[in-house]
Each structure stands twice: as C-alpha cells, then as structure tokens.
C-alpha cells in the first residue's frame, strides 16, 4: 500500500474552486488575465494534469457563461452584483422612455418607404431656375442615326452630328481610275 501511495496523485480540488481562490490572491484591481490563473494554479498546487491549459480555458468559458465571472479587458474577474454594468465601445444606448399608462401604441410603422397616394393631388412642378451659361447640365443626349446607313460620306455624318467632323477615324479615300492613263 505504501508503493500506491507514493505513485497517486494528490487530489485537485475543482477547476472552478482554484480559479476562484487564484483570482481572490491575485486581487488585482482590473481583474487577472488567464496566464496570471495558470500560473498562480501551478505554484500553488505544483502537479497539474497534462490538459491543464485546455481545462482552464474551459472551465474559464463556461465560468463566464454562467455569469460567475466577468470577462472585461482580457481579464476575469468576479461578478459584482453592486457594480454597473460594463459596456464596450461606441456611443451608448438611448435610455428608454416608459409609454403612460393608458395609451395604446399603434402598430410598428413597416420598412420602406410609403405607397403613393392615389387620391392625393399633384404637387405643383417648380420653375427651372437658370444656371447662367445657356447650355443644359449633364451628358448630351444621343442623336438619331442617319437613314442612309453607313454608306453615307463623311460630309453628311457632320450634318448629323451637327459638328465639321463624325466619329471616329475618316474614311480612306479611294483613288479614281482614269480609263484615258490606261492604254493596252
């Protein structure tokens, strides 16, 4: 019996009583860090089993879950019921303002935005104001392309257009035969 005595582990107490009790001799004013735990865990109680860090990240998440401990800066701490409750960042809530006693809300207004009115009248339409320079804001509109396809010289796509020159690259011009330079 001696043999097994010496070979056996001293008992652990629980995770959830270590973690407390380390937190409660760190007291540290922001609370300890999970590092801080496991070594204090360690020092105290020196043979640990071989899953010691993944136990303690268990049993520190579901400690936090169950509202046993606050998780706040990276740092756990135990839960105050006296102390406020912390936020993270950005602007806080708007408080909400209680409804009197006897009114009735009316139903949430739908998403999106309202259907037209039919039997509402027309608003009347405002005049342009002019912006000074005479010519219309914006891309100009296209033109209608001409009738006669693009078989048409260049002369009659500016007539179009309504400038000197048409789209794109000109035509090539094709040299005229003479038949009189031609002899055989």
Do not use: C
Request: proline residues 15%; aromatic residues 4%; charged residues 25%.
């Amino acid at each position: 019996m001696a043999a097994e005595e010496i070979n056996k582990l001293p008992t652990l107490p629980p995770y959830p009583q270590m973690i407390l009790s380390a937190i409660e001799a760190l007291n540290e004013s922001n609370g300890s860090n999970k590092t801080s735990i496991s070594k204090y865990i360690e020092s105290k109680y020196g043979h640990l089993p071989a899953g010691h860090t993944t136990l303690l990240s268990h049993h520190l998440n579901r400690m936090k879950e169950t509202g046993e401990l606050v998780f706040w800066k990276n740092n756990y701490m135990k839960h105050d019921p006296n102390a406020p409750p912390r936020r993270g960042r950005g602007r806080p809530p708007k408080p909400k303002v209680p409804m009197p006693g006897g009114s009735d809300s009316s139903p949430a207004r739908p998403r999106g935005r309202p259907p037209k009115d039919p039997s509402a009248s027309p608003k009347p339409v405002k005049p342009k104001v002019a912006t000074g320079s005479g010519k219309p804001r914006g891309r100009p509109r296209k033109m209608a392309r001409p009738s006669g396809g693009i078989s048409g010289t260049a002369t009659t796509t500016a007539t179009v257009t309504g400038t000197g020159r048409g789209r794109g690259r000109p035509p090539k011009v094709k040299p005229q035969f003479h038949e009189m330079s031609v002899e055989h």
